[in-house]
């Protein structure tokens, strides 16, 4: 079982600190997708236009499509505590939310992770392209070495072994702006539950002890080469 060494900073990002509900729904609403396919009806992506107009429970209406599971069953979103609230059609939460302009997450009701990108932004997975194309490549850690395709896509969805390549931070939602809940040494070996693809590349979920954590497949050295963080496989353990 992998540990994480102690964070030295939490990072907190440009959320959006709204002054009023009017605020946060002129900054929320709009439309959003979800990244993990399971939520999806293939070959369509789950969409999620999230409206602006209230109705006389305060709540403003959802329209999906190209959804499936507990997506299916989101139909419209408020605003609680600073935090984006998910309801069914019977007023029940599915999820609470939380994030930026670009990226929303948390979990539901039922222990899955939801993660939201708005459509259209480009953010970070624009820089990692950008850095890519001229960098020639993704590079193996802090290393000159070049990685293949099959290096810099996903490990497997569940259950992958892969060996971390650089001391990377570990966070407790899927998104750059979530807090850093620590950092797992390089060369350590952490097995994962869950990887999805988001449009900054891939972000897989590990076991820490008593936390649950976030790692970043795809970043950026020094605001400007385009690096993997961990290889797909593990030496010391294999798959």
């Known amino acids: 079982m992998a540990m994480l060494a102690a964070a030295g900073a939490f990072s907190f990002t440009p959320e959006v600190r709204a002054q009023s509900v009017d605020q946060y729904v002129e900054a929320f609403s709009g439309t959003w997708q979800l990244v993990d396919a ?11 236009v999230l409206g602006s107009t209230a109705d006389s429970d305060g709540r403003f209406a959802i329209e999906g499509t190209g ?9 419209s979103w408020g605003v609680a505590q600073g935090q984006m609230t998910l309801f069914d059609a019977d007023g029940a ?48 850690g802090f290393t000159s070495k070049c ?25 407790a939602e899927a ?28 972000w897989c979920r590990a076991k820490f002890g008593e936390k649950n954590g976030w790692m970043r497949k795809q970043a950026l050295r020094q605001n400007r080469w385009a690096i993997v963080t961990f290889e797909n496989t593990c030496p010391k353990q294999g798959n």
């Open 147 to 171: 990685v293949d395709a099959a290096e810099a896509a996903p490990p497997a969805p569940e259950g992958a072994s892969v060996q971390v390549l650089v001391n990377l931070n570990v966070r």
């Open 175 to 202: 998104r750059d702006d979530a807090e850093v809940v620590g950092v797992v040494p390089q060369q350590t070996c952490v097995k994962t539950d869950l990887c999805m693809m988001a449009t900054d590349g891939a």
């Open 93 to 140: 939460v599915i999820a609470r939310l939380g994030g930026s302009q670009r990226r929303i997450s948390g979990t539901s009701a039922s222990g899955s992770p939801l993660i939201f990108e708005r459509v259209g932004a480009g953010g970070t997975a624009a820089m990692l392209e950008a850095a890519k194309k001229a960098g020639g490549c993704f590079y193996s």
């Open 38 to 48: 399971r939520y999806s009806n293939p070959p369509s992506t789950c969409n999620m």
């Open 67 to 75: 959804c499936r599971g507990e997506a299916a069953l989101i139909s």
